[in-house]
């Protein structure tokens, strides 16, 4: 195959975009069709060991592979101000007519994308350029208020929000490389550097469904999209959700897939089974794109990893399952409903009981992390500690295995000593001997909701195995996961009459049973090496003295990379996260990022740290950022916004 590096592709005001792209070597006698992936993590450092696999498969099968830095990152020109902004949409649509008047393009495009090349894939499908003939959206959502990185059921999430607010922060000020850019990489990095700004203090200003959330996503009209989507999820992953959305919204131009993986793209997928999932692209792209084949018209329109019930204990590197197909989504079959009683979970609905707690604050100390990559980490503990800190109700044990696949939905009514606040909702697979395995959880806040509510469980696929318990646990907190509310953290709740449990039961006696896919292929070996691996670690600690709460974690999302002209690319990030026992206006979120770039005397360094609390005003938001090169001081700068809490005016 043929690389081509630094291409630069023009916009329509001018600014040029970087990109890298993998040909067929006979692509200039015989035009091959492009598939796009378009993304803000830099493919000259950062992201060149994965595209350095997903690409030149691409070229294998007779296709441009091609992978565009976002406008203002990487050696592209610009600068980047905000997360899929009309700016951002308009260049996808700019890069894919652009694609498609290259003499060794074929016309037809199609994009590709995981997290954020998920996101814009749809959205940019849904201005419908008329080279875009699919979009293979991975680990993505429809709805960026609903289960995006910033909020949860109209609550924000403390431990993924500033964070992710904080990389950004760090990542945007990355320089674009000199031996790629030439000597316009300092002007460029300048005037990014003058435009930088922390993205969360503005996304805290939106904390219902505005127009600026509305703004990508998608489930505001779903026929704006006409080209064939694949959506594809991970049963750990929080975005999740949306394929069955997806399904249900486009209908007949949706299919979906959803494994036992993390955030990752599946061929790379963990927890395992990985697959050959460029080999099912391959055949969906050959029909859409070229039109032969037959794509993937042999599978249901959506292919399910159903997992066996576990043992009590960390849940292993590879599950054991079986995969499982929907014909279409909604299936024609009636949830199983089991009525919340002040007895537990039963068949039949019992008087109305009023119920409160006083709530803790401990309740999340055994949450998964939010953003998870497949590792022992990202796992949630045995919750039997967190379901002793909340309402808890349980059914029989079960008479025999009951499988679900979607969204279950718990409906409660609040007691006349509801003052607001949140309702945080964890569904638990229970054992004979006592271990409790998180399965789903939903939050919702309680500011202006009604007396009755309803409060959607992330999505999942699960078997319940025969002899054990199905539990819903109901607390009013659920930190750091999620910042506490202003109003408290008791939870008054009135169980019986209407109150339910709302299962998406499927059958489990394996008539949709489909047959195992294939391993991924072994990837030749990687031009970029990992000096020291990505990683994750999380450590809680409860000072028994203070009664302080205190949340750890320390993650690299790239690790330390070299690439083969000699560049180091190292990052390293840590976030803290405190709180008292009691008191919801001590929380505090605290996100330092480390980034190093360097090649023989060229060395640049940032340094970043964000801060987040409350006051009685609401959130008060700090970010600090310094830039050197070559131990010399570029930019010093630090930002400070004071946000009112929604719920603040009691």
């Known amino acids: 195959m043929l690389v081509r590096d630094h291409v630069q592709v023009p916009m329509r005001d001018g600014v040029r975009l970087s990109a890298r792209i993998w040909l067929p070597d006979d692509a200039s006698s015989t035009p091959v069709p492009a598939v796009l992936e378009y993304i803000p993590y830099r493919k000259g450092d950062a992201t060149a060991a994965r595209d350095g696999v997903t690409h030149p498969a691409l070229a294998a099968a007779g296709y441009a592979g091609v992978r565009l830095d976002a406008r203002g990152t990487?050696?592209?020109?610009?600068?980047?101000?905000?997360?899929?902004?009309?700016?951002?949409?308009?260049?996808?649509?700019?890069?894919?007519?652009?694609?498609?008047?290259?003499?060794?393009?074929?016309?037809?495009?199609?994009?590709?994308?995981?997290?954020?090349?998920?996101?814009?894939?749809?959205?940019?499908?849904?201005?419908?350029?008329?080279?875009?003939?699919?979009?293979?959206?991975?680990?993505?959502?429809d709805d960026r208020f609903r289960d995006d990185i910033h909020m949860i059921g109209g609550c924000v999430y403390a431990a993924a929000a500033l964070s992710w607010a904080s990389t950004m922060f760090a990542y945007n000020a990355r320089p674009?490389?000199?031996?790629?850019?030439?000597?316009?990489?300092?002007?460029?990095?300048?005037?990014?550097l003058e435009a930088h700004r922390p993205w969360g203090h503005e996304w805290l200003t939106h904390q219902t469904r505005d127009a600026f959330w509305q703004h990508g996503s998608v489930c505001e009209d779903y026929d704006a999209i006409a080209c064939p989507v694949?959506?594809?999820?991970?049963?750990?992953?929080?975005?999740?959700?949306?394929?069955?959305?997806?399904?249900?919204?486009?209908p007949g131009r949706t299919r979906a897939l959803l494994g036992p993986w993390a955030h990752t793209y599946p061929h790379q997928g963990a927890p395992g089974p990985a697959i050959d999932f460029l080999g099912l692209c391959v055949r969906l792209l050959d029909l859409e794109l070229k039109g032969i084949g037959t794509g993937l018209a042999d599978e249901p329109a959506l292919r399910a990893f159903m997992p066996e019930p576990l043992a009590a204990g960390p849940a292993p590197a590879v599950r054991t399952g079986r995969w499982v197909g929907e014909e279409r989504w909604p299936p024609d079959r009636e949830p199983l409903v089991l009525s919340i009683t002040a007895d537990g979970l039963r068949a039949t609905a019992g008087p109305p009981v009023a119920l409160s707690h006083d709530g803790s604050l401990e309740h999340g100390q055994g949450c998964p992390t939010y953003l998870p990559w497949g590792v022992p980490a990202d796992e949630a503990s045995d919750q039997q500690g967190e379901d002793g800190r909340c309402l808890t109700f349980d059914s029989e044990p079960l008479a025999d295995r009951v499988e679900i696949l979607g969204e279950a939905r718990v409906r409660i009514t609040r007691s006349t000593a509801c003052t607001g606040g949140q309702l945080v909702v964890r569904l638990c697979d229970v054992q004979p001997g006592g271990h409790s395995r998180l399965i789903a959880y939903g939050v919702l806040d309680l500011h202006e909701a009604t007396r009755e509510v309803e409060v959607p469980l992330l999505a999942t696929a699960h078997a319940f195995a025969a002899g054990n318990r199905i539990r819903v646990a109901v607390a009013g907190s659920y930190w750091p996961l999620v910042w506490p509310s202003p109003r408290g953290i008791a939870v008054n709740v009135v169980v019986g009459g209407s109150a339910h449990l709302a299962l998406p039961t499927r059958p489990a006696d394996g008539t949709t049973d489909l047959a195992p896919l294939d391993e991924p292929p072994t990837s030749a070996p990687s031009a970029v090496e990992q000096v020291e691996p990505a990683f994750v670690r999380r450590r809680a600690i409860r000072d028994a003295g203070s009664h302080e709460l205190r949340n750890e974690v320390d993650a690299s999302n790239f690790g330390t990379i070299r690439l083969g002209d000699g560049l180091t690319y190292r990052e390293l990030g840590a976030d803290r996260f405190s709180i008292r026992e009691g008191d919801p206006g001590s929380a505090m979120a605290s996100s330092?990022?480390?980034?190093?770039?360097?090649?023989g005397s060229w060395k640049v360094r940032i340094e970043t740290t964000s801060t987040m609390a409350t006051d009685a005003g609401g959130f008060v938001l700090d970010d600090e950022i310094t830039v050197t090169e070559g131990g010399e001081q570029v930019l010093a700068r630090s930002f400070r916004s004071r946000v009112p809490q929604r719920g603040t005016q009691l």
């Open 230 to 250: 694949y959506m594809v999820g991970g049963l750990v992953d929080p975005y999740r959700g949306a394929p069955f959305r997806l399904l249900a919204g486009a």
């Open 74 to 141: 990487g050696d592209s020109e610009g600068v980047m101000l905000g997360e899929y902004l009309q700016q951002e949409l308009d260049d996808g649509v700019d890069a894919i007519a652009w694609l498609a008047e290259q003499r060794w393009c074929s016309g037809a495009v199609a994009m590709i994308g995981k997290s954020w090349g998920g996101f814009n894939g749809l959205q940019i499908a849904a201005l419908r350029p008329p080279a875009l003939r699919a979009v293979i959206s991975i680990c993505s959502t």
């Open 592 to 599: 330092r990022w480390q980034i190093e770039l360097e090649r």
């Open 176 to 192: 674009p490389d000199p031996a790629t850019s030439g000597e316009s990489w300092r002007a460029t990095w300048l005037t990014r």
